[in-house]
Each structure stands twice: as C-alpha cells, then as structure tokens.
C-alpha cells in the first residue's frame, strides 16, 4: 500500500512562496497519477496539481495556473509542490495523493495533510 508524508507547510504572507514535499516510497510502481489536493475550511477538497506518471503530463486548475508547479524526483521517490505568488485564498490544508486518476473517488492513498496559511 503506497504511504504518503507530507511535509513544508507553514504561514507566509500574500505574496510569499512555500514549497511543500512529500515523500511517498513505491508510487512509481502502484499509481497512474500522483497529485496535489486542497481542502479549505468549510470547503470541498480540491485539487490543485496532476502529474500524470506514463504520459509525464502536469495539469493544473485556472486558479493556480502559473503561481503552482508540481514536479517530483524519481530517485527519492519524492514529490514537490512549488507555490508562488501565494494569495489568501490559497490557505489551506494541502494532501499529497495518488491513485488511478487525480479524481477524488480514484484516488486510493492520501497523505496526512499539511496547513497552509497565507495572510
């Protein structure tokens, strides 16, 4: 079963940068596509970064697009999330992931989640 840490969350000001990991040891060969996911509070869970692993395709949504950069290191089974231009809108709990398809119900491990604050 692929475990997934995350790690790098924090509180930045409007503006700022964070980069958050994670580490999650056998996804290469278990999942289709890893991710980034977020979830606000009072909010539906939603994501904001795909890496699809056979095509080596990203996808992001229109409100991160160009702020948000998903890319991952294969040697240490590694996962990053590199967030610019950070917003307050952005603040929120953020959930490394992996499975068949970056979509909620195919999505078969999550990692513990990482706050995000931006102020």
């Known amino acids: 079963q692929v475990q997934l840490v995350e790690s790098g969350g924090g509180s930045v000001q409007s503006g700022g940068s964070l980069t958050l990991s994670c580490v999650a040891p056998?996804?290469?060969?278990?999942?289709?596509?890893i991710g980034w996911f977020r979830q606000a509070a009072g909010k539906e869970r939603e994501r904001v970064a795909c890496?699809?692993?056979?095509?080596?395709?990203?996808n992001y949504p229109d409100s991160v697009k160009g702020r948000f950069t998903i890319s991952r290191d294969a040697a240490k089974n590694t996962l990053y999330l590199q967030m610019n231009n950070l917003e307050p809108e952005d603040t929120a709990v953020y959930y490394c992931?992996?499975?068949?398809?970056?979509?909620?119900?195919?999505?078969?491990?999550w990692g513990q989640g990482t706050q995000v604050t931006v102020s």
């Open positions: 890496l699809h692993l056979e095509l080596n395709k990203t």
């Open positions: 056998g996804y290469t060969t278990s999942s289709k596509c």
């Open positions: 992931a992996a499975g068949r398809a970056c979509r909620i119900p195919e999505i078969d491990a």
